[in-house]
C-alpha cells in the first residue's frame, strides 16, 4: 500500500518510518525544505532513540521516501496522513488548526484517485467534520473518506510504542475508511494489538481524555507527595500502595516537579477550550492545569529553600533541561520555569543535559551551558537533579563533593536514597520523602 505522510515532524517522521518498516510505501512530505534536505542527507530533525536507524534502513530499502511536493507526494496513494503540529494558539489557548486545514485544502485540490484522509494530528472534537467538509467542496467526485486515528507516543520509547502498540483507535464513518486502515494496520494482526473502531468524534475526544487523565495522575501524586511532606510520609511507598490496586495502576505515579513536553499542557489546555464550548465545564482538569503550572515555580523556591532560603550570588548546578529523558523536547518544560525562579531569586545557574541544551539555549538565555555534570556542579552552592537521565543516576558521590562549593543535591525526580546521600555528607532534599 501507498501511504502518504503530510509533516515530518515527531508523529510524522516515527510514524511514517514504522509504516515503511511495515513493509507499506511511504513518502513523508514537508514544506520545510531544510527538514526534507536534512532527512535526505540522514539527519533527524528530532532527537528519539532508534529514528535515525530505522529511518536509513528503510531509505535503503527503497520504502521511505521524502519529498516537499504534496501533489506528487500523494499521487496514487490510498491513505494520506495529516500529522502537522496543532500547537495552543496565542490569546485564548484553542489549538492552532491552521496547518492541518492547510494541508486539507491543499489535499483536496490535488487529490485524483479514491483516497482515506487520516487525521494523526492531535485536533478538538469536531475537526475531522471540517477537514471532510474542505475536501468535499473541492473534490466532489473522488471518492474519499476522513478518518481520526490518534496517536500514543512516547517521547523515548516511540518506536516501541508504534509497533507494539496498547490499542490502536480508528474513528470512522464509513465502511471504505475502515477496510482502508484495517490493511495500513494489517501487520500488527501478528500482534494481537487490539483495534477499536469509534465514531469519528468519539476518537477525537478519546485522544484528550487519554491526556487528561495521565496529567490528573500525575498532578494528585504531587499533591500527595507534598502532604507527604507535611505528615512524615513517603511518596513512593504511597505510590506503592495505590499503584498495586489494580483499578488505579503504578504508571504517572512518581512524583517530581510536574508535567511538561509537547501534549498534556496543550492538550489538557484544548481539553478545557472544547469544554468550555459545548458549555460543559471540566472543573477536575481545570485543577489540575492550575496545580501543574504553579507546581514548576515551587520547584525553584524549594531550592531556594535549601541554600538557607537566599540564593543571591550563589551557584546552583542544574541536572537536566528536557522534560522527560531520551528526548531533547524543552516544550513546556519544567526546568524553565525553575530556572527562571531561581534567576529571579539572584541565582547563577549552570546546566547540563546529554541532549536539550541547543533547543534550551533561546527559552533560558540567563543560563550557562556545561559541557558535562563535573563541569556544572563545580563550585555550586546547591545542585538540582531536574529530569531523570541515566547519566545523573550513577554520579560518582566523592567527585562531586569534592568540586561542589557545598555539598547540597536537590532531588526533584527522587533519583537517589535518602540515607545513602546522608551517609555521604549530603545535605539531601527530594520530593514527598524526609
Known amino acids: 500500500m501507498k501511504i502518504a505522510m503530510v509533516g515530518s515532524g515527531y508523529v510524522g517522521l516515527v510514524s511514517g518510518a514504522c509504516l515503511a518498516d511495515f513493509g507499506h510505501d511511504v513518502v513523508c512530505i514537508d514544506k520545510d525544505p531544510a527538514?526534507?534536505?536534512?532527512?535526505?542527507?540522514?539527519?533527524?530533525?528530532?532527537?528519539e532513540p532508534g529514528l535515525a536507524e530505522l529511518v536509513g534502513a528503510?531509505?535503503?530499502?527503497?520504502?521511505?521516501?521524502?519529498?516537499?511536493?504534496l501533489a506528487a507526494g500523494i499521487e496514487g496513494a490510498s491513505a494520506i496522513f495529516i500529522a502537522v503540529g496543532t500547537p495552543s494558539r496565542r490569546g485564548d489557548g484553542h489549538a492552532d488548526l491552521t496547518f492541518v486545514y492547510e494541508v486539507a485544502r491543499e489535499v483536496g485540490a490535488n487529490l485524483k484517485t479514491p483516497a482515506t484522509i487520516v487525521t494523526k494530528s492531535t485536533v478538538p472534537?469536531?475537526?475531522?467534520?471540517?477537514?471532510?467538509?474542505?475536501?468535499?467542496?473541492?473534490?466532489?467526485?473522488?471518492?474519499?473518506?476522513?478518518?481520526?486515528?490518534?496517536?500514543?507516543?512516547?517521547?523515548?520509547?516511540?518506536?516501541s510504542d508504534?509497533?507494539?502498540?496498547?490499542?490502536?483507535?480508528?474513528?470512522?464513518?464509513?465502511?471504505?475508511?475502515?477496510?482502508?486502515?484495517?490493511?495500513?494496520?494489517?501487520?500488527?494482526?501478528?500482534?494481537?494489538?487490539?483495534?477499536?473502531?469509534t465514531a469519528r468524534r468519539s476518537a477525537e475526544l478519546i485522544k484528550y481524555a487519554?491526556?487528561?487523565?495521565?496529567?490528573?495522575?500525575?498532578?494528585?501524586?504531587?499533591?500527595m507527595a507534598d502532604l507527604c511532606e507535611k505528615v512524615g510520609a513517603d511518596v513512593q511507598d504511597v505510590s506503592r500502595g495505590i499503584g498495586l490496586d489494580g483499578r488505579i495502576g503504578p504508571k504517572f505515579l512518581h512524583a517530581g516537579p510536574g508535567y511538561g513536553g509537547s501534549c498534556f499542557p496543550k492538550d489538557t489546555l484544548a481539553l478545557l477550550k472544547t469544554a468550555e464550548d459545548y458549555d460543559s465545564p471540566t472543573r477536575i482538569v481545570e485543577a489540575v492545569?492550575?496545580?501543574n503550572d504553579s507546581r514548576k515555580r515551587a520547584m525553584g523556591r524549594k531550592v531556594v529553600e535549601a541554600l538557607g532560603g537566599d540564593a543571591r550570588g550563589k551557584k546552583v548546578a542544574m541536572l537536566g533541561l528536557t522534560f522527560k529523558p531520551n528526548t531533547d523536547d524543552m516544550r513546556d518544560s519544567p526546568s524553565i520555569a525553575i530556572a527562571q525562579a531561581l534567576d529571579d531569586a539572584g541565582a547563577k545557574v549552570v546546566a547540563y543535559d546529554p541532549e536539550g541544551m541547543e533547543l534550551a539555549k533561546p527559552l533560558m538565555p540567563e543560563v550557562a551551558m556545561a559541557a558535562n555534570p563535573y563541569e556544572a556542579?563545580?563550585?555550586?552552592?546547591?545542585?538540582?537533579?531536574?529530569?531523570?537521565?541515566?547519566?545523573?543516576?550513577?554520579?560518582?558521590?566523592?567527585?562531586?563533593?569534592?568540586?561542589a562549593k557545598a555539598p547540597v543535591l536537590v532531588d526533584l525526580r527522587n533519583v537517589y536514597d535518602p540515607a545513602e546521600l546522608r551517609a555521604e555528607g549530603f545535605t539531601y532534599v527530594s520530593v514527598g520523602r524526609v
Open 210 to 223: 487519554a491526556n487528561a487523565f495521565l496529567a490528573t495522575k500525575i498532578t494528585f501524586i504531587n499533591e
Open 125 to 159: 472534537v469536531g475537526t475531522g467534520d471540517e477537514v471532510e467538509r474542505i475536501i468535499g467542496e473541492a473534490k466532489p467526485g473522488v471518492e474519499f473518506a476522513v478518518v481520526s486515528n490518534p496517536e500514543f507516543l512516547r517521547e523515548g520509547a516511540a518506536i
Open 377 to 403: 556542579i563545580e563550585g555550586a552552592d546547591a545542585i538540582v537533579i531536574v529530569t531523570e537521565w541515566d547519566a545523573f543516576r550513577a554520579l560518582d558521590l566523592k567527585r562531586v563533593k569534592d568540586i
Open 35 to 47: 527538514k526534507i534536505a536534512s532527512l535526505l542527507d540522514g539527519v533527524m530533525p528530532i532527537y
Open 162 to 197: 508504534f509497533k507494539r502498540p496498547d490499542r490502536i483507535v480508528i474513528g470512522a464513518e464509513s465502511e471504505f475508511g475502515r477496510q482502508v486502515m484495517s490493511e495500513v494496520y494489517r501487520p500488527l494482526f501478528l500482534n494481537k494489538a487490539p483495534i477499536l473502531f
Open 58 to 69: 528503510n531509505v535503503r530499502a527503497g520504502r521511505l521516501a521524502f519529498t516537499t511536493d
Open 289 to 291: 492545569v492550575k496545580v
